[in-house]
Structures are given as C-alpha cells and as structure tokens.
C-alpha cells in the first residue's frame, strides 16, 4: 500500500492551471524528488498532500486518509518554502515551541534539540534570537522545526536553498540515512546534483507530470549523462 497516492490531484487559481491531473504514487521509506521550473506547480502540489489547500479536482491520500482530513498531522513534518519561524525567539525557542505543538515531553525535546542541532552544526546559536541569523541559517533552523518530533513524512520545500555545498551534501547522508529508516521524504530542489540522490525523481512543467522514474531511469529515457542535460531534453521535447 503507497504512503501517498493522488489520483487525478487539480489546483487552478482562476485560469491558471497550477497542478493538472496529477497522478502520484510513492512508497514508504522513498525520498522522491519534485523538480521542475520556477511555477510548474511543486509548492502547489505539496500544499495539497500536507492538506493545507483544498484540490479544485481530484484527491491525494496520505496513510490512507484523505488530504484534507489532515488526520495524519502528528505525522507528518512540513518546512514551507518561505521560512516560517518566530523571528524575535532564539533558535531553542523556536524548536520548543514546534516540539510542544506536537505533544513532546521536555526530556524529548532536549534529546531531539541536540540530535538536530548536531545535524545543522548549529549549537552556537542555540539561544540567538532568530532575526541575528544569516538567511542560510535560518534555513537550516526552519528544516529542524519540521523534523523536531520525528515524523514519517517529510515534506521539504527546496530546503537547502542558500546553504553552502558542504552541509548540503551533509543534509542529503542525513536524508538517505532517514530513508533507511523509513521515513518517506517529498523534497523539491532546484540543484541537479541534489535530484541524483532521490530514489525517484517527478518531473513537472506547466502544472503536469512530464515524466517518472529513479534517476538512472530518466538518464536512460533521454539517453544522456546528467540529469541536467536529461532535463533539458524533456523540455526541448516539450517544446518541439
Ligand atoms: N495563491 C495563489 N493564487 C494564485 N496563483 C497562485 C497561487 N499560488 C500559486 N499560484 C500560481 O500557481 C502556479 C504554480 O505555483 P507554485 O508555487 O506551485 O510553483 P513552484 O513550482 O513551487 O515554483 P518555484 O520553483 O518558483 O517555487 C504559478 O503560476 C503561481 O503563480
Ligand atoms: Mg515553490
């Protein structure tokens, strides 16, 4: 049984078609990568699984429970494209209060805390208020409040914009590791060399799902030797 299906899943706003008979199936322990172009449709598409936008047509269920039933919140863990964080609050703080929304005991919280911060190589600032943090590190505080009370489904929204390319790359072992382990992660990136650790990728133009597959897959269909270049190709064909 997939985590998470969508059947036919629409989103338009007015006249335009931001999603577009989406059809998604994706497996426990799967890390599967959303990519496409600037307003193809990838935030849009993962607002409506966290269930935080209504589908104008066509569902997505997540543990077999409709989106927009959201009974799967304790869950699931959601860091927004747009960094959501109390600005005025130091980085402990923050992570307090995601931790006690979702129901963390204080001997948890502090385990996690240090679990996280080890994970963003970020103790220094633990109590630095937010606002006195360069943009990347506030990044990397906004993806540990989404990881805080260990949920199965990650929801990422291009979290490792503005970080620099060691802790990316420090980022994705903790993804794969996270994988291992179960938990499903939907992420969306717009770095190819990022695209090349998903266990599937999901490319999306214009609202649709041009094309599906493990990386070598889409490597394989267009015959070239990156993903870029892969990419690249299913645009021209799109345009031809
Ligand atoms: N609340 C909204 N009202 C009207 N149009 C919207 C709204 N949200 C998104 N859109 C439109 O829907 C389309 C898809 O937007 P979306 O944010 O999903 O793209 P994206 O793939 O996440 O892009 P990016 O890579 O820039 O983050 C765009 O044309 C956008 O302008
Ligand atoms: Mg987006």
Not at 12 to 24: P, Q, R
Not at 176 to 185: A, D, F, P, Q, R
Request: charged share 20%; with cysteine.
């Amino acid at each position: 049984m997939p985590i998470i299906q969508t059947k036919n899943l629409s989103k338009h706003f007015g006249t335009v078609k931001a999603v577009n008979n989406l059809n998604l199936t994706i497996q426990e322990g799967e890390i599967y990568g959303l990519l496409g172009p600037n307003g193809c449709g990838k935030t849009t598409t993962i607002k409506m699984l966290c269930g935080l936008l209504k589908p104008t047509s066509g569902s997505a269920t997540v543990f077999e429970f409709d989106s927009m039933s959201r009974k799967f919140q304790q869950d699931i863990g959601y860091m927004p494209q747009e960094t959501a964080l109390y600005p005025d609050l130091t980085v402990h703080d923050n992570l307090t209060i995601f931790g006690k929304i979702f129901g963390l005991s204080n001997s948890e919280l502090a385990r996690n805390e240090k679990e996280l911060l080890d994970f963003i190589n970020l103790h220094e600032k633990r109590d630095v208020p937010i606002t006195d943090l360069s943009g990347g590190m506030r990044h990397r505080v906004s993806l540990i409040c989404s990881m805080i009370h260990k949920p199965k489904i990650l929801f990422l929204d291009e979290p490792t914009v503005g970080v620099d390319p060691e802790l990316r790359l420090n980022f994705w072992k903790n993804f794969n590791e996270l994988g291992k382990t179960g938990t499903t992660i939907i992420i969306t990136t717009h770095y190819m060399d990022e695209a090349s650790h998903c266990t599937k990728i999901g490319l999306m133009r214009s609202g649709d799902l041009i094309t599906e597959g493990t990386p070598a897959d889409i490597l394989a269909k267009t015959n070239t030797r990156s993903l870029e270049d892969a990419f690249l190709a299913f645009t021209a064909r799109e345009v031809a």
